[in-house]
C-alpha cells in the first residue's frame, strides 16, 4: 500500500492482484462504452465514473461484479500533429466493502463529455 488522496482526507492506495488482473479490460470496458453511448456519472471531483458490471472468475467460479472506473480527459494540440483528446484513468476498484461508493451528480452520455472537450479544449 501506498499513500493516496489529500492532506485532509489521506487513504492507503490499494495494488494487489485482483485490481491488477482486472485492470487488463480497461482498454476495452472504455472502447464499449464510447461504441455503446453509454452514460457516465459526474463525481465532485471534476472527473466522472462509470460503473461496469464484469465477469470475474475465481477458482471456477463466475460472478458478476461491480466495477467503478475514474476518468478524466482533455485534449491535446500539438503543432503539426492531429488534435486528439486523451483520456486518463485515474483509478478503477471493483466494489469494495470498506471502501465507499461513489457518488455522482450528474450523468451524461460519454461521447457528449469527450466532445466537449473537443469543443472547450
Known sequence: MVPDGS??????RIFDQRRYTLSFGLVDCIDKL??????????????????????????????PISYYIFMSARKVTKPNQEKRILIFVESAYPDL?????????????????????????
Open 7 to 12: 492532506r485532509h482526507h489521506p487513504r492507503n
Open 34 to 63: 464510447i461504441a455503446a453511448s453509454g452514460e457516465v456519472h459526474h463525481s465532485r471531483h471534476e472527473n466522472f465514473f462509470r460503473v461496469e458490471t464484469l465477469e470475474e472468475t475465481a477458482d471456477g467460479v463466475v460472478t
Open 97 to 121: 466493502p470498506n471502501v465507499p461508493s461513489p457518488h455522482s451528480h450528474k450523468n451524461e452520455a460519454f461521447v457528449a463529455v469527450l466532445g466537449k472537450k473537443w469543443v472547450d479544449g
